[in-house]
């Protein structure tokens, strides 16, 4: 595709932007103090060095109890030389910036939090005190107070909140503002509060620099909020003299996925369209657009005026470079996990990201240096953590080949993605697969290794990538030898075997999770034969909505554990338990399997035995150990290479050590 309105400039105010890409606010819990430091200038210099034309940074705390421990700051003057820094930098790479004025409310957590009203709020769990009239005033001379503290560190402009829950939200929505003063009540009460924040910070700072305004697209929560409200709000704003509106999709507490793999990339900017058909202002739409390819077709289909592309810029600050230059093969795309950045977040840790290792190490990478020592390496196991020591590796000149037993790369990668919102895994092979093209690093496919060839290289560095292999729990019949149908996951997902119409997964991991939603989707209209069947009317649409929706097997989850999936970030396990509620699929937890024989399986749940019959096919999903054999036998036999273990093959857990352990080893070759 030819990115032609990705690339057009576009202007807001009378400030030129160079391209459509924004940056968009993100916690990243780089700050303990509040103040801008290196790693965070160092960390956004690559992005506008990557060529984005706006960069949001925040959100900053307006009051010390709308913000948080590891939020920016912004209500003080003793930030503003930082603040100033910043923009400095931005502004010396060509990118625009705004910094985002944050009010959590009821949000925050802090003991002296505040809200429009004392109601329990559904993400903290607390109840914050009622603002009072007064005190609503002091809350937006704070906020205008900081937009001028914004203005004068150089910023281009500054963002108000009012998306994801916080305090705007929590003045507009008739959840959490039961007030019956004129801040309460109506739509218009509602209103009040935000459209006087808008009038009070452009007279402060209108004049001089851009203010915008961050939405949520819709509440996506019960009795708030819906698309319909959300383009009232945007046209009041609007009409108030905003600069631009950022549209978002819901609250943090909503039980509609926003961000995980599971969402479609591009998925909301119906949002972003449903409010720029209200508007005359220029509008972003937001969340999961990872692909410049998605961004550019919004942008054609006139859905947005410009897009932002959070996570996709952490996992690539040189996206948009590498798009304009048409170098697609070599964008490191976000997939969506949320293994390094929002499961961070929620656990007070900083940013990382799954794909990319110098996230948060700006600065003190670089992997344009080559070794002064250039070293002849083989990597056993082509998965993602193999594949990335075997990039960084070439790319410091190192002579480098990959060996791996199987005749496509990616190990357990290359069927992860099989299961329904997991497509984006295979972003991660291809990218992979161009690396290896371009950076010429030879590969064996379908060659076993042994220390024997091991030893015919003669190599100075081996980096074992080998994963895992699966361990059968003792249980009788597990074997098949009762005449059971069982399978390994690894067969079922790979298109081995076919499977029958009663299911049983054993495990309740997220594979074991992951599994069961694909088994219980299997014999479903795809969208292509729905859309038809429909065109058509060849079915009532009811009828077609329910065999879309959901296939012809029946699904059972066993597992020894009290609860599902308790190794899963908190940004995506909620979504899979809820997923497998509106499969239909059960679920049987706390138990000891006893016994597989022929259709039936044998458990006992709090010390009653129970049956499962009538079962076609038995899915284990059950635990894994290192595949390091190879290793201890070549560490044996040959005490003078280097050798590294990395990923699953050192200790099984997520992508993202493997592919950050990849990186190290390679990193790291010349001091081992």
């Not at 925050?108 to 009622?130: H, I, Q, Y």
């Not at 809350?139 to 998306?163: C, I, M, W």
């Not at 972003?427 to 379908?446: A, V």
């Not at 899979?576 to 679920?587: P, R, Y």
Request: hydrophobic content about 40%; proline content about 4%.
């Amino acid at each position: 595709m030819k990115f032609i309105k990705l690339f057009e400039p576009i202007e807001i105010k009378n400030i030129e932007i160079r391209n459509r890409i924004v940056m968009p606010a993100m916690a990243l819990n780089f700050s303990r103090d509040g103040g801008i430091n290196d790693t965070i200038v160092n960390f956004y210099v690559e992005r506008a060095k990557g060529g984005t034309g706006l960069i949001i940074i925040g959100g900053a705390g307006v009051e010390p109890r709308g913000g948080g421990p590891t939020m920016f700051a912004i209500h003080d003057d003793k930030y503003i030389p930082g603040y100033t820094r910043f923009a400095e930098q931005m502004h010396k790479h060509g990118a625009k910036t705004i910094v985002q004025l944050y009010h959590a409310g009821a949000y925050s957590g802090m003991p002296d939090m505040v809200s429009s009203s004392a109601v329990m709020s559904n993400l903290t769990r607390r109840v914050p005190k009622e603002l009072t009239i007064d005190e609503i005033k002091v809350v937006q001379e704070n906020h205008a107070k900081a937009a001028e503290r914004a203005r004068e560190a150089g910023f281009d402009g500054v963002e108000l909140l009012g998306s994801a829950g916080y305090l705007i939200n929590q003045f507009l929505s008739p959840v959490t503002n039961k007030r019956t003063d004129e801040y309460g009540g109506s739509l218009e009460n509602r209103l009040r509060y935000p459209l006087e924040l808008i009038k009070l910070v452009k007279e402060r700072v209108g004049k001089d620099i851009i203010v915008g305004m961050r939405v949520a697209g819709d509440d996506f929560v019960p009795g708030s909020n819906t698309y319909k409200e959300s383009a009232i709000f945007a046209k009041h704003y609007a009409d108030a003299g905003i600069d631009y509106i950022n549209v978002t999709g819901g609250w943090h507490e909503t039980r509609i996925p926003q961000i995980p793999m599971m969402v479609p990339q591009g998925a909301y900017a119906y949002l972003a369209e449903n409010i720029r058909n209200n508007v005359d202002i220029p509008v972003f739409s937001s969340n999961r657009i990872n692909s410049p390819i998605v961004a550019e077709q919004i942008l054609r289909d006139q859905m947005a005026d410009a897009v932002c592309m959070g996570r996709a810029l952490i996992a690539d600050p040189y996206l948009p470079l590498k798009s304009k230059e048409n170098k697609l093969w070599d964008i490191r795309k976000c997939v969506g996990c949320n293994q390094g950045c929002f499961d961070h977040i929620f656990t007070g840790r900083s940013v990382e990201c799954m794909r990319n290792y110098e996230v948060s190490r700006e600065g003190k990478i670089d992997l344009n240096k080559k070794s002064d020592n250039p070293q002849k390496v083989l990597i056993i196991g082509a998965g993602p953590g193999g594949l990335e020591a075997a990039r960084v590796a070439k790319l410091l000149g190192h002579d480098v080949t990959i060996i791996e037993k199987n005749h496509v790369i990616g190990g357990q990668a290359s069927y992860s993605w099989v299961p329904p919102g997991r497509n984006d895994i295979k972003d991660i092979m291809d990218y992979y697969r161009g690396q290896i093209e371009h950076l010429n690093i030879e590969t064996k496919l379908g060659t076993e290794a042994t220390t024997e060839l091991i030893n015919k290289y003669q190599p100075d560095a081996v980096i074992f990538a080998t994963g895992v292999k699966y361990t059968i729990p003792n249980i009788d019949g597990i074997d098949g030898s009762f005449g059971s149908e069982i399978f390994l996951v690894e067969q079922i997902l790979k298109g081995e075997y076919p499977i029958g119409k009663n299911i049983v997964v054993v495990g309740g991991s997220a594979t074991g999770m992951e599994t069961a939603i694909w088994a219980a989707e299997l014999g479903s209209l795809s969208s292509e034969v729905a859309k038809f069947i429909s065109f058509y009317d060849l079915l009532p649409r009811e009828e077609i909505f329910k065999r879309w929706m959901r296939g012809n097997r029946n699904v059972t989850i066993i597992d020894m554990l009290p609860k599902l999936g308790m190794s899963i970030g908190r940004t995506t396990r909620g979504f899979l338990i809820g997923q497998l509620k509106k499969l239909g699929i059960a679920t049987i937890l706390n138990t000891t399997i006893k016994k597989f024989e022929g259709r039936t399986l044998e458990y006992e749940q709090e010390g009653e035995s129970k049956m499962l019959e009538n079962i076609d096919t038995f899915i284990l999903a059950t635990g894994v150990e290192p595949n390091d054999s190879l290793f201890n036998k070549v560490k044996e036999s040959n005490p003078s290479f280097k050798l590294f273990k990395v990923g699953d093959c050192k200790k099984p857990r997520t992508m993202l050590e493997a592919i950050h352990e990849g990186f190290i080893a390679a990193y790291e070759l010349d001091n081992k």
